[in-house]
């Protein structure tokens, strides 16, 4: 059994408390792969700042959302994410939420 099924049904996975911060980098998560960037950021591949459509007078940029490399440490040792290739080191291998980060996100939020 690999560490995915087992975290996905221990309950106690399940009950942990996530700061605001780590409940946002699983929210970032869910919405696609997380890949390193340079000053221990992570975030979506080929990520870019974008503009309001709704805004009436002036376009507002909206910023790249990202997350801090001890954020997605403390997140894959609770297993709620993963690394995606395994024969890279994990600092260096895109991630990506596992089943047990949904299921917390579905519980939670």
Known sequence: M????????????????????????????????????????????NAVITYARTDRFKE????VKFLTTTTVTELRNHGLLKALNEDV???ESAHGI?????????KHK
Do not use: V
Request: net charge positive.
């Open 2 to 45: 690999n560490m995915t099924a087992r975290t996905a049904t221990d309950p106690a996975t399940m009950s942990m408390p996530l700061t605001p911060t780590q409940i946002r980098g699983l929210k970032l998560a869910k919405d696609g792969d997380l890949y390193p960037q340079e000053a221990k950021r992570w975030t979506h591949l």
């Open 60 to 63: 507002r940029p909206l910023k």
């Open 89 to 91: 080191a994990p600092e």
């Open 98 to 106: 596992t089943m047990a980060g949904k299921m917390w996100l579905l």
